[in-house]
Each structure stands twice: as structure tokens, then as C-alpha cells.
């Protein structure tokens, strides 16, 4: 419905990562900064880490919008609890490779191979594996192992690792790891944007669905919403969303701090309901106060799905509306109809 009010042509603040809302904050800028020097280097691990939210696939899907694919190859692999050979299995998977039936020696045969024909063809290959936390260690050691396959002084593959912090923390201390840590040429964390950042944020992700002004925002407004988001992307996305259907409804042009903390309290009442009491405090910029990390961190996992779900009552509602909007409109164009097709005598009575 807001897009309807506010002339927009998509949803700016949708959660599905989309490279077209890619915003080049000072913490994104490094991050890709370092993406880049890995793909220049085409050899080792490249480490994106970030708290829950933060846009690393974001981040990634900008990159790999720039790349020429006649000569990269990338694949993307999203990692639950995976053992070494079902890792295997699932990135022979992301590159076309037919693994089915195959033991662990024939299915790394058929990766080499792969991989050694994307060389001669001229191309490079790049793998980025998705949600890296959730990786044991034999998976990620399985990872550094595809990364001996070279031709003379080449390598054949490439990795970028993206996950959460707690990734860079058990890379850091586990000794099993320690030949993957030499293999790291660089490593970046996302942080949350700055309070400066937040209005260009907004902003750009509504010029991309077509924005003109309206609805326009009140620099207090700003800052109410980076209150309660402490600037990570995502959380940020579900208020503003709620924010513009909210303007929608009251028929207003003008995002005032009345209008976000309204917002703010409809939407702690809702996390209230799902996602427990941790989930009501906004987000801490990091680095000011002593506040708990858990509390400087993204919502916990109970706190996104009752954000998800949210969302999708939302898009309930406004569907609701737009069918209430068109009967409302075809009963009107029937009045007008009925009220022209009378005689002039009769509409007189």
C-alpha cells in the first residue's frame, strides 16, 4: 500500500538482499576494498565477518554484479551443520559438478578436474561460502585442502569466508586451524553505520524505488531511528518499512520523531510477543557505554523470526488494502455509471 501512496515502484526496505540497495558506507567501502585486493590476488581465504544483519550478502551480491563472468566462474554456498563430505558434495553442487554416487576420492577427482579446465580455458573460479560459523572444523579443513590444487604457481580456487563474529573469534584461537589462518591474505568485520550515515542510507535505497521527497524526514526522525536500530541494516529495513506503511495509513508527508517512536512501540510490543524480553532494547552503537555485547548485537534468532513474520502479516495487510482500495473504486465507477445512465426526469425526482 505505501508504495501506492508514495508513488514508490518497489519496496525499498525489503529484507531480501538485493545488490541494487547496495550502500557504500565507510565500513561496506573497506570490506569491498579488500574483496577486490582478493580477487586481484586470486589465491587464499578472503574473511568477511559481521553480526547478524550487518550486509554481508549484500556486500557480496554488489561484487559479484562487477565481475566479468567470461572470465571468473563464482559459486555461492549457504552452510548449516555440514560434515567434510557433505561440504564437498554441496560445492561440487554449486559448480555443476554431478556428484551423485560418488565417494570422497572420485567426487575431490571431479573438482580438480573442474577446476583445472576452468585454467585452461582462461577463467578463475571463486567460491563464497555463506554463514561460515556454522562450519566444524574438518569442513573448513576440507576447505583449505581445495585450495592446494594449483597449476605451477597458480591457484586453482579461490574462498571468501562470510559468518558471524564468532567465526573470526574461533579462527583466531583454535590451533587446528592454524594452517587456514596462513592461508587468510585479508579479513575485514562490518560494522554498524555511523549516525551520519543513516539519512544517506535512507535515502538511497528510496531513490532507488523511485522516491521524489515524499514522504520527506525530519532530522529527529534520523535520529530516533538510528536509536533504535544502532545502525545495522536490517533492523533498520523492518523499522522503516513500518515507518512508511504507518505514513501511508495516516495519509502523511512528513516522518516526524512522533510518527518513528509510534512505530518503535507497536514494533517492541510485537517482539515482546516473539522474541522474548532481551529483544525490546535497541541496539547500542558500538563502542558507546558499557553495554552487553548481547545488547550491542543484531536481534537473536527468536527476535528475526518474529520480524519475518511481521514482515509477512504486513505484506498481508497491504495486499488487504490495495483489494479494499479496487472494490472501493469499481463501486464508485458503478454509482457514477448508474447515476449517467438515467434519465434526466428521473434524476430530477
Given amino acids: 500500500m505505501y508504495t501506492e501512496f508514495y508513488r514508490l515502484n518497489a519496496r525499498p526496505f525489503q529484507l531480501t538482499p538485493d545488490p541494487r540497495f547496495y550502500f557504500d558506507s565507510a565500513t561496506h567501502r573497506k570490506a569491498m576494498a579488500y574483496l577486490a585486493y582478493g580477487l586481484q590476488q586470486g ?59 560418488l565417494d570422497k576420492a ?8 573442474f577446476l583445472r579446465a576452468q585454467h585452461r580455458d582462461g577463467r578463475r573460479v571463486l567460491l563464497v561460502v555463506d554463514e561460515a560459523q556454522n562450519l566444524p572444523i574438518a569442513a573448513l579443513e576440507e576447505l583449505r585442502m581445495l585450495s592446494n590444487f594449483t597449476e605451477g604457481s597458480r591457484a586453482l580456487l579461490q574462498t571468501f569466508l562470510l559468518g558471524q563474529p564468532e567465526f573470526r573469534d574461533h579462527l583466531a584461537a583454535s590451533p587446528d586451524l592454524e594452517q587456514l589462518r596462513q592461508r587468510v591474505i585479508a579479513t575485514h568485520h562490518l560494522e554498524p553505520m555511523t549516525r551520519e550515515e543513516l539519512p544517506g542510507y535512507i535515502e538511497h535505497r528510496l531513490r532507488v524505488c523511485g522516491w521524489s521527497g515524499d514522504p520527506s524526514f525530519e532530522a529527529k526522525a534520523y535520529e530516533a531511528m538510528y536509536d533504535y536500530s544502532g545502525g545495522v541494516p536490517r533492523r533498520l529495513n523492518t523499522l522503516a ?109
Fill in 106 to 113: 572420485q567426487l575431490l577427482g571431479r573438482i580438480e578436474q
Fill in 43 to 101: 589465491e587464499g581465504f578472503i574473511i568477511i565477518t559481521g553480526d547478524i544483519g550487518a550486509g554481508k550478502t549484500t556486500l557480496v551480491a554488489r561484487l559479484m554484479e562487477q565481475i566479468d563472468k567470461s572470465r571468473l566462474v563464482a559459486a555461492k554456498i549457504v552452510t548449516t551443520q555440514l560434515d567434510a563430505d557433505n561440504l564437498l558434495r554441496m560445492v561440487a553442487s554449486a559448480f555443476g559438478i554431478v556428484a551423485e554416487g
Fill in 241 to 349: 518499512s513500518r515507518v512508511l506503511l504507518f505514513g501511508a495509513l495516516e495519509e502523511k508527508h512528513a516522518i516526524d520523531e512522533g510518527v518513528v517512536n509510534e512505530v518503535i512501540a507497536d514494533l517492541e510490543r510485537d517482539t515482546a510477543n516473539g522474541g522474548g524480553p532481551e529483544a525490546l532494547a535497541p541496539i547500542a552503537p558500538a563502542g558507546q557505554g558499557n553495554v552487553p555485547r548481547k545488547m550491542q548485537t543484531a536481534p537473536a534468532a527468536a527476535s528475526n523470526q518474529a520480524e519475518a513474520d511481521l514482515l509477512r502479516r504486513l505484506d498481508m495487510l497491504e495486499g488487504y488494502v490495495r483489494s479494499q482500495d479496487r472494490v472501493l473504486r469499481q463501486l464508485l465507477d458503478l454509482l457514477v455509471s448508474a447515476g449517467e445512465d438515467q434519465p434526466e426526469a428521473a434524476r430530477q425526482h
